[in-house]
Nanobody, 121 residues
Framework: QVQLVESGGGLVQPGGSLMLSCAAS????????MGWYRQAPGKQRELVAI???????SYADSVKGRFTISRDTAKNTVYLQMNSLNRTDTAVYYC???????????????WGQGTQVTVSS
């Protein structure tokens, strides 16, 4: 019913930048919040940044001042600008969205397929 399609991952040198994008499509009445999570090898998935429908933003302490999350509500798209990347940012990055399919209905969580970000020289 709903697809979250991520793009923008890849290989970057330490200190470099990448921008991730995630577009939601399908049976969408409204999206209450969108965000990014990441999972490094051997570690649990962790929150990177989230943005609510009202524009409230939260970041993990490890990315504050380096990453910026933004959202285009009209396009159902969320972005993650990542600057000053270091090796500890290497992970698979997943897009997440809470989506309603109808007015008054519940929110359902959806995940993207993940995009690999590798920071290496």
């Amino acid at each position: 019913q709903v697809q979250l399609v991520e793009s923008g991952g890849g290989l970057v040198q330490p200190g470099g930048s990448l921008m991730l994008s995630c577009a939601a499509s399908g049976s969408i009445f409204s999206i209450s919040g969108m965000g990014w999570y990441r999972q490094a090898p051997g570690k649990q998935r962790e929150l990177v940044a989230i943005i609510t429908n009202g524009g409230i933003i939260s970041y993990a302490d490890s990315v504050k001042g380096r990453f910026t999350i933004s959202r285009d509500t009209a396009k159902n798209t969320v972005y993650l600008q990542m600057n000053s990347l270091n090796r500890t940012d290497t992970a698979v990055y997943y897009c997440h969205a809470n989506i309603k399919h109808r007015i008054g209905g519940p929110n359902y969580p959806y995940w993207g397929q993940g995009t690999q970000v590798t920071v290496s020289s």
